[in-house]
């Protein structure tokens, strides 16, 4: 069966500290998301990668950094979490056919940032 | 222009009753119009989907409804049962092209789906 794995289910982190947040892919997708989740809000886009090394904001970027150095990983960096980056954080993945059904979300990492 | 509309944010419908939830945009530039499924502690799964030169597709007791014309999408299941309750997001695609495709979702704020026996 194929995954999107977020390593941590949940998360506490304090003020200030560093984050990362990982996204591991075993379908050899070239397209990876990063999302986040607030009730009301819906899902939105922070950053994707469109490639190895390559990524682009989406459109709350702001607070946050990401890293792609192989294929399959794709991290997620808060360079000194604040209260307001606590969420639901959802990876996701698809194939660079455009393919809707490619798109393939995993089971998300709650954050609280205390 | 990017925003998708969601309504309502819950509903409740009776067991074998029809459940709508209704999706607006405007930008004109989406080509296709997909609905997640998201039950609690998982992603949100690809349920069904639609592009905008068709206006209506049925799978099983999913039926999306669209009109291009008012900019508008619903989604409409039929028989609801205990087994549907879950959260329901709409979302708008765009094609971006970089060094292969990838596709820009704008997603819906939510709708909590209960069914009650």
């Known amino acids: 069966d194929v995954k999107v794995t977020q390593s941590s289910r949940y998360l506490v982190k304090r003020t200030g500290e560093k984050v990362f947040l990982e996204c591991v892919q075993d379908?050899?997708?070239?397209?990876m998301f990063w999302y986040r989740q607030d009730p009301g809000l819906g899902l939105r886009l922070i950053y994707f990668?469109?490639?190895?090394?390559?990524?682009e904001k989406g459109d709350i970027p702001e607070g946050y950094s990401v890293s792609r150095e192989k294929k399959e990983r794709f991290s997620l960096i808060l360079e000194s979490a604040s209260t307001n980056q606590t969420s639901m954080y959802l990876c996701?993945?698809?194939?660079?056919?455009?393919?809707?059904?490619?798109?393939?979300f995993g089971s998300g990492t709650r954050l609280t940032v205390v | 222009q990017q925003q998708v509309k969601q309504s309502p944010q819950s509903l409740i419908v009776q067991k074998g009753g029809i459940s709508i939830i209704n999706c607006a945009y405007e930008n004109t530039a989406f080509d296709y119009f997909p609905w997640y499924q998201q039950f609690p502690g998982k992603g949100p799964a690809l349920l069904i989907a639609i592009r905008p030169d068709v206006s209506e597709k049925k799978e099983g007791r999913f039926t999306i409804s669209f009109n291009k014309s008012a900019k508008q999408f619903s989604l409409h299941i039929m028989d609801s049962q205990p087994g549907d309750s879950a959260t329901y997001f709409c979302a708008a695609g765009l094609r971006v092209n970089y060094g292969g495709a990838t596709n820009k979702l704008i997603f819906g704020t939510g709708t909590l789906l209960a069914v009650q026996p």
């Open positions: 379908m050899d997708h070239e397209n």
């Open positions: 990668s469109y490639d190895v090394k390559m990524k």
């Open positions: 996701a993945s698809s194939l660079s056919t455009g393919s809707l059904r490619s798109y393939t």
